[in-house]
T-cell receptor, first 113, second 114 residues
């Protein structure tokens, strides 16, 4: 089975712009979660989508949003970018239901200048 | 407040010896624990997990031990190999994934010396 894929892998944006990141989960996985990794805060949970519905959300401002499509692919959007949004954004998928193990993609490295 | 703590930022072990990575947690609601391994420029790779109803889970060279009363878990790698050099993250989940997804520690950089 193909793993989780994320596009683009690298992105450079300017403060104030917005950005959209994309994630394709493992085939058959219905849950997609997003995480932000920074050197200071480590890996932090952003939100989880299951069957096109946001189920859980971490402690991030409303500038961070996402959605999931009927084929389970997910997008994450960050509006009005700030320098502190520079991070590695990781997408993870799991089958859903009672499974806990999440399988991560390679991440998108976002740099805000 | 960090709910999952990995107090050793780095650990150096000789090839062939045992590597022991430690993790402590504070949230009693956590009922499932996972270990991930991460190489630079890659996403974390799932290694092994354990449910709170068990105290040990083994998979090849990797064994995870859980001490619920101490809110402590550890990952043992025996024998350690050069390819094990990576950052290891401990993660925890409340029932059903919880309201906060997986909660991660900040990682331990394991270096296997030849």
């Amino acid at each position: 089975k193909a793993g989780v894929t994320q596009t683009p892998r690298y992105l450079i944006k300017t403060r104030g712009q917005q950005v959209t990141l994309s994630c394709s989960p493992i085939s058959g996985h219905r849950s997609v979660s997003w995480y932000q990794q920074t050197p200071g805060q480590g890996l932090q949970f952003l939100f989880e989508y299951f069957s096109e519905t946001q189920r859980n959300k971490g402690n991030f401002p409303g500038r961070f949003s996402g959605r999931q499509f009927s084929n389970s692919r997910s997008e994450m959007n960050v509006s009005t970018l700030e320098l502190g949004d520079s991070a590695l954004y990781l997408c993870a998928s799991r089958p859903g239901g009672g499974s806990y193990e999440q399988y991560f993609g390679p991440g998108t490295r976002l740099t805000v200048t | 407040d960090q709910q999952v703590k990995q107090n050793s930022p780095s650990l150096s072990v000789q090839e062939g010896r045992i590597s022991i990575l430690n993790c402590d947690y504070t949230n009693s609601m956590f009922d499932y624990f996972l270990w991930y391994k991460k190489y630079p420029a890659e996403g974390p790779t799932f290694l092994i997990s354990i449910s709170s109803i068990k105290d040990k889970n083994e998979d090849g060279r990797f064994t995870v031990f859980l001490n619920k009363s101490a809110k402590h878990l550890s990952l043992h790698i025996v024998p350690s190999q050069p390819g094990d050099s990576a950052v290891y993250f401990c993660a925890a989940s409340a029932p059903g994934g919880g309201a906060d997804g997986l909660t991660f520690g900040k990682g331990t950089h394991l270096i296997i010396q030849p």
